[in-house]
């Protein structure tokens, strides 16, 4: 039972919060329009909600990231695999919002700055590093859930973090005393342990041998052989190495560290007895630094469709350089161009040099305010990738607002909203009009003036780009000085070659300060 279910529960205590929960119900549990988002979600993966202002988008990209789970079911009309019942968590949900010093720096990766702590001299250096934007991010965590879901555990197959990091402790050990570990190759020939870097990667040659520039073995590929065979009679040859790493150098090295790291867990190795294997959460950094490796590809490829899925909303997402910002991976969010997919693509990454591919169980969803005029318009490319839902206002919800009855002292809320939204769509167009959560709270007369005074006629000066003429059209001559509407202006001196045209002033009033028979 998600959380949702659990608010719409509570106890009411009064009439009054009665019909508030019955007019929440309609607008925001109305099956229908759930049943169409969810569907059209689960048909493409990537949405967008479109539509003016004040029509419930924002609501919506808060609450349907918790019900993704029934997307891909509604849209295959499968039963869901992940169950109804097992919402994801807030961690499963990645949130930005697009503006336009938005880049595909901060949205996919880039070159950052970072302080490098001097511990010695108290002094601080500045190193710049290759940093992982949300939208990696959110991939790394959605391949991360497929190979965490997916990883056969049990108190005998003890987590390689538990028994890498007590191999090379054990390692490290042996290094201060200058006693380096010796490896056996598939040649039987010997290999040692020379030095740990920070990252946790071995660095192995030729025992005897002084080389010291030689490339490093990293944790993510040892790991890749841990998960991939139980024995190390299970290797013939180094090609298996090679295809389970997918590195070409050092195959030798990586077949000598991986037979001893099993010798170590087999002989050495002493967890605490009787432990219960505890899967270990991992932070955003190292997810990314082995999904860079490759390690969970194979996972996402076999399990991904049936994982835990992953939910990145973009808020305002035509605010950006959409083009700009997805740069080269906009054709790899398609559903069928993702891991495992019929038309997979996998592209290099121009910072990191990695390949990258998008997960199958990453659903975007996005919000686009279409009465924004300062924003950058999608293009054709951009559209084929993303499902639309139209969102528009609907008058019909007002009517359980005000007393009940969608009624403030005489007025009526929808028609009120409904007479608006007709005279604007043919002064400018429907993408124009105004959403009903303008009206949504007003429950007294001083509630419709302060809607009119802070929300609906700064609204229209916008629309229309302070042509009170047309302001005038929309809201009725009320709102205006009529007074100073005709009244003339002295000039300090006429000019036969400039004579201003006469023109109609327009001085709004102060709505707040109205009588309540002003106002009707």
């Not at 190979?147 to 555990?153: A, H, L, P, Q, S």
């Amino acid at each position: 039972q998600n959380e949702f279910e659990k608010v719409r529960e509570e106890p009411v205590l009064s009439d009054e919060d009665k019909r508030e929960e019955i007019a929440l119900e309609t607008i925001l549990w109305d099956e229908h329009l759930e049943d169409e988002l969810l569907f059209t979600w689960g048909r493409k993966k990537n949405l967008i909600l479109q539509g003016p202002p004040g029509v419930g988008k924002t609501f919506w990209s808060d609450e349907l990231p918790f019900r993704v789970n029934e997307a891909e079911s509604r849209a295959t009309m499968a039963p869901s695999m992940l169950g109804e019942d097992a919402p994801p968590g807030a961690d499963s949900i990645f949130r930005c919002q697009f503006h336009q010093s938005m880049s595909y720096e901060d949205f996919v990766e880039g070159i950052k700055p970072k302080f490098q702590d001097e511990s010695d001299d108290e002094k601080e250096e500045l190193t710049y590093e290759i940093s992982p934007g949300i939208f990696k991010i959110a991939c790394a965590r959605a391949a991360y859930n497929s190979y965490k879901e997916n990883k056969i555990t049990n108190r005998k197959s003890y987590e390689f973090e538990d028994v890498y990091q007590a191999f090379i402790e054990m390692a490290l050990s042996h290094i201060s005393a200058n006693d380096f570990i010796n490896c056996k190759t598939i040649t039987g020939k010997d290999v040692e342990i020379y030095r740990i870097n920070k990252n946790d990667s071995i660095k192995a040659r030729a025992t005897g041998s002084s080389a010291t520039h030689v490339a490093p073995l990293t944790k993510e590929n040892i790991q890749k052989l841990y998960d991939t065979y139980n024995s190390i009679n299970e290797i013939k040859n180094l090609q298996q190495i090679k295809d389970t790493v997918g590195v070409s150098p050092r195959l030798t090295e990586f077949y000598a560290v991986f037979r001893s790291l099993l010798e170590f867990k087999q002989t050495t190795f002493q967890p605490i007895k009787d432990e219960e294997v505890v899967e270990k959460e991992l932070n955003d950094d190292e997810i990314v630094r082995q999904f860079d490796a490759g390690l969970y590809t194979k996972s996402v490829k076999e399990h991904g469709k049936s994982s835990t899925p992953i939910v990145l909303v973009i808020d305002e997402i035509n605010r950006g350089n959409v083009s700009a910002i997805f740069g080269e991976l906009i054709t790899l969010i398609e559903g069928d161009k993702r891991i495992g997919q019929a038309n997979e693509i996998q592209l290099i990454l121009p910072y990191s040099k990695v390949p990258f591919s998008v997960p199958p169980n990453l659903f975007i969803l996005g919000t686009m305010n279409t009465a924004d005029r300062s924003v950058e318009a999608l293009d054709t490319a951009l559209r084929r990738r993303f499902n639309f839902e139209e969102m528009m206002p609907d008058p019909s919800l007002l009517k359980t607002r005000g007393d009940g009855k969608g009624i403030v002292a005489e007025f009526k809320l929808w028609k009120i909203l409904k007479t608006i939204n007709e005279r604007i769509e043919v002064l400018i167009d429907r993408d124009h009009t105004i959403g009903h959560a303008y009206l949504w709270d007003v429950k007294t007369i001083t509630d419709l003036k302060l809607a009119f005074h802070n929300k609906i006629i700064p609204l229209l000066q916008e629309y229309f780009f302070g042509n009170y003429a047309k302001m005038e059209l929309v809201i009725g001559t009320k709102f205006f000085d009529q007074k100073k509407k005709n009244k003339s202006v002295d000039f300090a001196v006429r000019n036969s070659e400039l004579d201003p045209e006469p023109v109609t002033r327009y001085e709004l009033l102060n709505i707040q300060e109205f009588s309540d028979g002003e106002m009707k």
